[in-house]
C-alpha cells in the first residue's frame, strides 16, 4: 500500500460511515487489504488495479460510496477515524491499544 496521508484516512472514514457501525472493522480492513492489493498490481504489471487503482486507501476508499464529509464535532465520523487508523496499524503490523 502506498503512504497513507490524511486524505487517505478521511476518505476511507467517509466509506465507513455509509456502512452499519457493526461492520465498519472489517469494511476498514478490507479496504487497506484492497490498496495494498492494488499497490502489488501496480508494482507488477505497471498499471491501475482495474477494481482498487493505484494502491492508495483514497483510491480504494474513492471507489465505494462516500458520506459527506463531517467534522470533528460528529462521534460517529471520529469512530470511523479510529476504526481506519486501527486497520492502518493492524496492516503494517503495529500494536493498537484502542
Same mark, same amino acid.
Given at each position: 500500500? @502506498?503512504?497513507? +496521508? %490524511? /486524505?487517505?484516512?478521511?476518505?476511507?472514514?467517509?466509506? +465507513? +460511515?455509509?456502512? #452499519?457501525? /457493526?461492520?465498519?472493522?472489517? &469494511? /476498514?480492513?478490507? @479496504?487497506v487489504a484492497e490498496a495494498a492489493e492494488a499497490a502489488a498490481h501496480v508494482a507488477r504489471t505497471g498499471r491501475l488495479h482495474p477494481r482498487f487503482g493505484n494502491g492508495s486507501l483514497m483510491a480504494a476508499a474513492r471507489k465505494r460510496r462516500l458520506a459527506d464529509e463531517p467534522g470533528f464535532d460528529d462521534p460517529d465520523y471520529?469512530?470511523? @477515524?479510529?476504526? &481506519? +487508523?486501527?486497520? &492502518?496499524? %493492524? %496492516?503494517? /503490523? #503495529?500494536?493498537?491499544?484502542?
Open positions: 500500500m @502506498l503512504p497513507v +496521508l %490524511h /486524505g487517505d484516512v478521511s476518505n476511507a472514514a467517509r466509506a +465507513l +460511515l455509509t456502512v #452499519a457501525p /457493526g461492520a465498519r472493522r472489517w &469494511v /476498514g480492513a478490507r @479496504l471520529c469512530a470511523c @477515524l479510529i476504526e &481506519v +487508523l486501527r486497520a &492502518v496499524m %493492524h %496492516h503494517r /503490523g #503495529a500494536k493498537c491499544a484502542m
